[in-house]
T-cell receptor, first 111, second 113 residues
Framework: DAKTTQPNSMESNEEEPVHLPCNHS???????IHWYRQLPSQGPEYVIH???SNVNNRMASLAIAEDRKSSTLILHRATLRDAAVYYC????????????FGGGTRVLVKP | DAMVIQNPRYQVTQFGKPVTLSCSQT?????MYWYQQKSSQAPKLLFH???????NEADTPDNFQSRRPNTSFCFLDIRSPGLGDAAMYLC????????????FGDGTRLSIL
């Protein structure tokens, strides 16, 4: 079974970068690494995903280790609106695909 | 805006009384998912549909069933809810390719009396 682990919580100051680690040591060669974030009483919101190469979009960057057993989500300048639970997930091929989520990291942003 | 809509947002039912949660999408995605999320836990996949093809997770209790009458709608039926089934139920959709993300609704919070 896919197993994804994340720290329970992290704190950051506003306008500073946040680096969120994720371990996915059982990942297979075709599994994608996805990141979602969730605000209270809302569904998860897509942040970024990748396979092998580092990825950037308007929300964040994703750095993937060369052996793919870990990855880091980077929020370049945290704002108060970035306070949320961030989930790392493995995308596994299965009649389409399915996601297996890690336990999530609660990010607190201090003004 | 194209979206995933879950109704109702809050549902209260009695112990053992069947309940149905609904999900609709305007994204025209092939795949629809149902997740269970208990308090302070990550979403856990119950099952998913690829078009009409139903895919159950091995550890999903038989008490949970699903129907997908057409591309746009999917239902989660809980035949005899127990206290342990109180949770947020999330619906999501995606194209079948892993290169595309999943789109989540805002969930239905189910309470059991």
């Amino acid at each position: 079974d896919a197993k994804t682990t994340q720290p329970n919580s992290m704190e950051s100051n506003e306008e500073e970068p946040v680096h969120l680690p994720c371990n996915h040591s059982t990942i297979s060669g075709t599994d994608y690494i996805h990141w979602y974030r969730q605000l209270p009483s809302q569904g998860p919101e897509y942040v970024i995903h990748g396979l092998t190469s580092n990825v950037n979009n308007r929300m964040a960057s994703l750095a993937i280790a060369e052996d793919r057993k870990s990855s880091t989500l980077i929020l370049h300048r945290a704002t108060l609106r970035d306070a949320a639970v961030y989930y790392c997930a493995q995308g596994i091929k299965a009649a389409g695909y399915k996601l297996t989520f890690g336990g999530g990291t609660r990010v607190l942003v201090k003004p | 805006d194209a979206m995933v809509i879950q109704n109702p947002r809050y549902q209260v039912t009695q112990f053992g009384k069947p309940v149905t949660l609904s999900c609709s999408q305007t994204l025209n995605h092939n795949v629809m998912y149902w997740y269970q999320q208990k308090s302070s836990q990550a979403p856990k996949l119950l099952f998913h549909y690829y078009d009409k093809d139903f895919n159950n997770e091995a550890d999903t209790p038989d008490n949970f069933q699903s129907r997908r009458p057409n591309t746009s709608f999917c239902f989660l039926d809980i035949r005899s809810p127990g206290l342990g089934d109180a949770a947020m139920y999330l619906c999501a959709t995606s194209p079948p390719r892993m290169t595309k993300p999943q789109h989540f609704g805002d969930g239905t919070r189910l309470s059991i009396l």
